[in-house]
């Protein structure tokens, strides 16, 4: 079977068809003739169709040749007559009509544009600027606007209108200065909206890249600043923006510069500025109508900004510097901002967040040591938090002040100061939130608190609390993990140059500190209160009596109150205790005045009893025990007299005989009524003198009138008198005696005060007392005093 024949389409050449089998030849041949059998056929049918078609061509053809040779016949003659002087002054007339023609036009045109731009350019920019991302564009329309301006000036009929757009334009472009630096001076955005602001300074200014960096670090530092001398309620918030405004400064640096900012420099290179499509796209400036006519310079201005001027090297150089001086005014404004600020806890926490942000950013910013910057934070931040603790433990000086104040409005009118419970509850107290109202009025009743004593009470507490307030400042620094926190977050090499580790530096050594300062401030504010009473004390001394004793409870009822609240100062229980400023110079004439003042209101009433029992000349043994007979009770004197001085010490108030207190009213009023029972046994022995002058005067009258008959009987009559008077005497020293060891039961110092009572009793002179005797009468007094001892209660 023959193959098939091949497609002859496919041949290079006539020869390739023989190249094939005689019947594939053949075959092919065949195919070939019938094709072409074919395409005749075709044509002729085709051209019988388009017969009139070529009629018409060939026609055509005809006048085609008629006109070409008319053509020819014309181009003949031009030739004739286009020699080269004929065509020369042809052009030079034909250009000067031209010129004539279309000068006048030309200078019209081109001044309508460019008056038309620089009219549209402020409203184009006005439109721009109320976003934040055109910048760049209106920097250009501002060149742009030079420009045409520039060419409008040098018209030489400038009409007055260009010089007030000019001024338009350049409120614009101060307008657009400012919001750049406003751009530059944030934080939030993108890089690259920064980079275009950036190229958009440039482009204004005609700035270098090494001008730009400048002007960024410059806008970037006066922000900070600004930032910090606003100052105000957010200081920590403030101080927290501006120290981060300073690390994202140094990373935006080290980002953009040099090679961002070159790279768009560089595309301001790629073609005339009036041909970026954004201008173009601005429908005012309408340049489809006025390029043409704009102006050759206009048209054909390419910004040329020196983008490679700045090198990385020199780059990092300005930055460098910029970081460490930058760090310095930092630290600089931050203390300045600290000045004024007296609240801690605001400190304090500026100071945490301060040394957060330092440390997680920190050793990211180049120019500046880590170590170093973080120990003058601390510095600052420390001595900040010390010198607010100092200012608040002096402003006890106030408190001072108070109690001072309340010491004058005490005048010698004034009724000693006395508050009784009674009268707290005849009042209608509310009893509701559990009595609340009604237990703190007894309570200010029993402690005598009156208005001025609760008003320097309640300073001293403010004050108190506001000293307190650096217990929870120190233990919130101490419970601060810093290690943990920013372990990954900081080199090796700057924990190497931190020396100490950070946990110990932020939260032992700075809290220990801030510890010892204000302990040591507390020591000597209180030195200085107990100065300050003892010279308040001294000066209330000055004042009469009475006087004094009113000021005197006044200055103890407020030491009390200040006493019970010391132990608060303490910041932990380890801390050493704080010295006293209640020392005796204070205290001591205090006692004293409260001392005199009951003893003058008591003895008298001893000394009227005491004289009163010696006109009474009737035995009265009735309740002696024993044998022989002693006294088993006070006498009514006694007991009246330590009634009346137990209530005389209650009237002043029961809560103003602290044991310093009671024991220095005792010794007064111990040692005066020793006087007084001496110059008792001095009267009793002065009654038995007297009483025994007047029997011999009456014994003389009586023998001088009846003779020597009658001394006898008048001896004998003596001699019962006398017996009863001695035996009058003896139970009145006896009872004397006891009720001197009764008395000093209450009132002497159980230690030294047998002396007195010893020497009392040697001039009592009780020859019939045995040692035996005394003992028991001592014993008597003793036992008694067990019995009633709660019936004087300020006194046992």
């Not at 429908?283 to 090198?311: F, K």
């Not at 924990?495 to 809290?511: I, M």
């Not at 009475?546 to 303490?570: N, Q, T, W, Y």
């Not at 009770?633 to 009246?640: E, L, M, V």
Request: proline share 4%; with cysteine.
């Amino acid at each position: 079977m023959a193959a098939e024949a091949p497609d002859p389409r496919t041949f290079q050449s006539w020869e390739d068809a023989f190249q094939y089998p005689i019947p594939t030849v053949r075959k092919l041949e065949q195919q070939l003739r019938t094709t072409a059998d074919d395409n005749r056929e075709k044509l002729r049918s085709l051209v019988g169709t388009s017969y009139r078609s070529l009629l018409d061509t060939a026609e055509t053809i005809i006048d085609m040749e008629a006109q070409m040779d008319q053509v020819e016949s014309k181009l003949g003659r031009i030739g004739q007559n286009c020699n080269a002087r004929v065509l020369d002054k042809v052009s030079a007339n034909a250009l000067k009509m031209d010129t004539h023609a279309r000068g006048s036009d030309v200078e019209r045109y081109t001044f309508a544009s460019q008056l038309s731009v620089l009219r549209s350019a402020p409203t184009v920019k006005s439109r721009l600027m109320r976003k934040d991302d055109q910048h760049l564009l209106v920097a250009k329309i501002l060149v742009i606007s030079r420009l045409v301006h520039k060419a409008l000036s040098q018209s030489k009929s400038k009409p007055p209108i260009v010089d007030q757009l000019w001024e338009k334009l350049l409120s614009a472009r101060r307008k657009l200065l400012r919001r750049i630096d406003r751009r530059l001076a944030s934080t939030t955005g993108e890089t690259a909206s920064l980079v275009e602001s950036m190229c958009a300074y440039a482009l204004a200014t005609s700035s270098a890249p090494s001008d730009v960096l400048k002007h960024f670090h410059k806008v970037r530092r006066d922000k900070m600043v600004n930032e910090l001398k606003k100052g105000g309620d957010e200081l920590a918030k403030r101080g927290i923006e501006a120290l981060r405004l300073c690390i994202q400064t140094c990373q935006d640096t080290q980002t953009i510069f040099p090679r961002k900012l070159s790279e768009a420099l560089a595309k301001l290179k790629a073609h005339p500025l009036i041909q970026d499509p954004e201008i173009r796209s601005l429908y005012e400036l309408n340049l489809d109508v006025h390029d043409r006519w704009i102006g050759d310079e206009v048209r054909s201005y390419t910004p040329w900004p020196r983008h490679d001027e700045l090198q990385r090297p020199e780059a990092e150089k300005i930055l460098h510097r910029w970081s460490k001086d930058t760090v310095a005014a930092f630290l600089k404004e931050i203390k300045a901002a600290l000045q004024n600020e007296s609240r801690l806890t605001e400190v304090a926490s500026l100071r945490q967040e301060l040394i957060e942000t330092w440390m997680l950013s920190g050793p990211r910013m180049a120019g500046v040591k880590f170590a170093n910057v973080l120990d003058d934070l601390r510095d600052i931040m420390n001595e900040k938090l010390e010198a607010i603790v100092r200012a608040r433990t002096q402003a006890l000086k106030g408190v001072v002040t108070e109690l001072t104040d309340g010491l004058d409005t005490i005048s010698a009118d004034t009724k000693t100061p006395g508050l009784s419970l009674w009268d707290a509850t005849t009042n209608g107290k509310d009893l509701s939130n559990g009595a609340r109202t009604f237990k703190t009025a007894i309570l200010n009743t029993h402690n005598g608190r009156d208005e001025a004593t609760l008003g320097v009470t309640a300073a001293f507490d403010n004050w108190v609390d506001s000293v307190l307030e650096v217990k929870g400042i120190v233990k919130s620094m101490k419970e601060a993990r810093w290690d943990d926190t920013f372990a990954d977050d900081i080199d090796e090499d700057s924990d190497d140059d931190l020396g100490d580790s950070k946990q110990a530096l932020l939260s032992a050594d700075d809290p220990r500190q801030l510890e010892d300062v204000t302990q040591e401030a507390l020591g000597e504010t209180l030195q200085n209160l107990g100065k300050s009473l003892a010279h308040i004390t001294q000066k209330a001394a000055g004042d009469t009596q009475d006087g004094f004793v009113r000021k005197a409870v006044f200055i103890l009822r407020i030491v009390r109150e200040f006493g019970d609240r010391l132990p608060r100062l303490r910041l932990h229980e380890r801390s050493s205790p704080l010295p006293t400023p209640f020392t005796a110079d204070v205290l001591g004439p205090l006692h004293a005045a409260l001392a005199a003042h009951v003893a003058q209101l008591t003895l008298p009433l001893l000394e009227s009893s005491l004289a009163t029992s010696l006109k009474i000349s009737t035995q009265t043994p009735i309740l002696w025990e024993g044998h022989p007979p002693l006294p088993s009770q006070p006498s009514p004197s006694a007991f009246r007299f330590l009634r009346e001085l137990n209530q005389s010490m209650a009237r002043l108030g029961s809560d103003l005989w602290a044991p310093a207190g009671v024991a220095a009213a005792k010794k007064k009023v111990f040692v005066d009524v020793m006087h007084v029972l001496e110059k008792h046994v001095e009267a009793i022995k002065a009654s038995r003198l007297q009483q025994t002058v007047n029997n011999d005067t009456e014994a003389g009258e009586s023998n001088g009138t009846n003779g020597d008959e009658q001394e006898d009987e008048a001896t004998a009559v003596n001699a019962a008198p006398s017996t009863e008077h001695n035996e009058l005497r003896d139970q009145r020293l006896k009872q004397l005696a006891f009720d001197a060891v009764y008395l000093q039961r209450f009132l002497g110092d159980h230690s030294k005060s047998a002396e007195p009572t010893d020497e009392l009793s040697k001039k009592m002179s009780l020859a019939d007392l045995d040692d035996a005797a005394v003992q028991r009468l001592r014993k008597n007094a003793t036992e008694y005093a067990k019995k009633t001892y709660l019936l004087f209660a300020l006194l046992a």
